[in-house]
């Protein structure tokens, strides 16, 4: 194993892909991590022996997994266009979304998550408690109101008005109907915080999809969002940025001690307060606070407000 | 060294014509006295270690741990499985790898002539569970194996060419033999150069141990408890200065 030379970085030797290496060097792989974790924390003159390889590789991908969640900051991007179903489903590796936006007439417009419910299940139903039942006893589904009316446009937005602001006649004093049924924005008891005119969504995680307001048919949508780093199952791809290098061993040293029989406790403080430690600094280290920076941010504290 | 230790055991067991080996038990104790002494030395070496953990072993010259592993790793092969179906190989021995195995140290596996990863031995209770399970089943650069009777199974199983496998072992140690030519009306001359003629594969320090070995099996032979007490007490001895 040595270090790739410049050409086989650059050009991966003429093998496609050839931006394969590109950015490669800032993440150690998860096999490096496993038999480094092997070679120099486990063994006969070390705290972990005796311990089976398998049980390191859980900690080192179960530590790349939390890493992932927050502290990497390693956000993906997907674009899609939903359709009339207003469905969007959930890349194969999602675990949480980042942020939603409509990309439409060249702008992104970030897109608010509707607080309500935007999907339901319904069963076909004569009176309170009957039923229709297939062969096996179960309720026979049917598509809720609320689904067939989202998709139409009837469902109405607690956020917004469903009139055009231009069809407002400026010259009727009718506040009534201004305040109440167009979209000016000004209605009162308004929620501010979610009131825009860009679609709604909400996501159903059991269901694997995010739904939209009937506005975001047949338009693109972009979701940032948070994996997990276990690339599908491909341990040849899993990698882990080396500021968290220190860490991932540290993780893997402390979730064995911890879980292992007869380690004294004063062993295991240590192991978990290193572990802590090495998170802080490689986050303070990923954040990337530079003293030029934050001079740039200072140069704002005398401006005017208005 | 085989026939010097033959002549000792000899000297030793003829004074007070206590009796006489020939060469067949002879060489019947002598494969025993070497199995024995070899059993040890992975005794011998985890002892070693729990030393050095205790910081009662030193390094350099007092290096002893070094000094057994040099011997253990005279004995170390390695070999490509023969493959006996799919993902499942022969595990080494006489008819395969030409030498059977003591201890199955590291399994090696390869794809296309590239080595990928070493395979890492799972029990059968476990197994199940590591294929089923997302974050640790074995994949190709963390293979593993399990073990049923003369075989190994590798997971997974895209391990399944001829040369996709290579192990590292301990072997036995060959057994010694004491060849001879036969005099008229004399004694069994040594003759080392007839194509049976093994020697002791031990190193030359063990020499003394081989001795001691020996003679408590000839004397239990020859039904001298003298013999088997000399040959207890002198191992004894031997175990004390190694420690």
């Not at chain 1, 194993?1 to 993440?27: C, E, F, L």
């Not at chain 1, 398998?54 to 991908?61: D, E, M, N, P």
């Not at chain 2, 000792?8 to 002879?26: C, E, H, M, Q, R």
């Not at chain 2, 030519?181 to 003394?208: H, K, M, R, S």
């Amino acid at each position: 194993m040595t270090y790739i030379n410049q050409r086989k970085y650059y050009t991966n030797d003429g093998v496609s892909p050839t931006n394969a290496n590109w950015g490669s060097y800032q993440y150690v792989s998860l096999e490096d991590v496993v038999r480094n974790f092997e070679l120099m924390y486990a063994g006969n003159h070390e705290l972990i022996n005796n311990q089976n390889r398998y049980q390191i590789l859980f900690h080192a991908k179960r530590g790349i997994q939390e890493l992932n969640y927050d502290a990497f900051k390693e956000i993906k991007a997907l674009e899609l266009t939903v359709y009339d179903d207003l469905r969007f489903i959930l890349p194969s590796d999602y675990v949480n979304w980042v942020k939603l936006y409509l990309l439409k007439d060249n702008v992104l417009r970030e897109l608010t998550e509707n607080i309500q419910v935007q999907s339901a299940v319904s069963y076909i139903q004569s009176t309170t408690d009957t039923f229709a039942y297939d062969t096996d006893g179960t309720a026979t589904e049917v598509e809720s109101l609320l689904d067939s009316e989202r998709k139409d446009g009837s469902l109405k937005s607690i956020y917004l008005n469903d009139d055009i602001d231009g069809a407002t006649d400026p010259n009727v004093l009718y506040i009534d109907n201004d305040l109440y049924n167009y979209k000016i924005g000004a209605r009162y008891g308004l929620n501010t915080e979610t009131a825009n005119i860009n679609p709604t969504f909400t996501i159903d995680k059991k269901a694997g999809v995010i739904n939209f307001d009937s506005t975001m048919a047949n338009q693109q949508c972009v979701l940032q969002y948070i994996s997990d780093g276990m690339e599908n199952g491909d341990d040849s791809k899993i990698s882990v940025n080396k500021l968290f290098e220190e860490y991932i061993y540290a993780y893997i040293r402390y979730a064995i001690l911890n879980s292992k029989f007869g380690v004294q406790e004063y062993i295991v403080n240590r192991a978990r307060k290193d572990k802590q430690a090495l998170l802080r600094n490689a986050k303070i280290r990923l954040s990337n606070i530079h003293p030029s920076r934050l001079l740039m941010n200072l140069r704002g504290e005398n401006k005017w407000l208005k | 060294m085989i026939n010097s230790v033959r002549n000792t055991v000899l000297a030793i067991i003829n004074k007070n014509n206590y009796g006489y080996i020939s060469p067949g038990d002879f060489n019947l104790f002598a494969k025993q006295a070497q199995l024995d002494i070899f059993d040890e030395y992975f005794i011998r070496y985890n002892q070693q270690i729990n030393e050095e953990n205790a910081r009662i072993s030193g390094t350099g010259y007092a290096d002893i741990k070094k000094g057994y592993e040099e011997v253990i790793d005279t004995f170390s092969i390695t070999s490509f499985l023969t493959q006996k179906t799919g993902n499942v190989y022969y595990l080494p021995s006489q008819s395969t790898t030409g030498s059977d195995y003591y201890l199955l140290n590291k399994v090696l596996c390869f794809s296309d002539g590239n080595l990928k990863g070493e395979a890492e031995k799972v029990s059968h209770s476990k197994i199940t569970m590591l294929n089923s399970s997302l974050l640790t089943s074995p994949s190709t650069i963390f293979p593993a194996y399990t073990q049923e009777a003369d075989e190994i199974t590798i997971f997974p199983n895209t391990f399944n060419g001829i040369n996709d496998v290579q192990a590292q072992y301990i072997r036995y140690p060959l057994d010694p033999k004491w060849t001879y030519v036969t005099l008229y009306g004399g004694e069994p001359l040594f003759d080392q150069t007839q194509n049976d003629y093994q020697d002791f594969e031990l190193p030359i320090d063990d020499a003394n141990n081989l001795v001691a070995k020996i003679l408590q099996y000839a004397g239990i032979s020859i039904r001298e408890a003298d013999v088997f007490q000399f040959g207890q007490i002198e191992e004894q001895d031997q175990n004390r200065n190694n420690i």
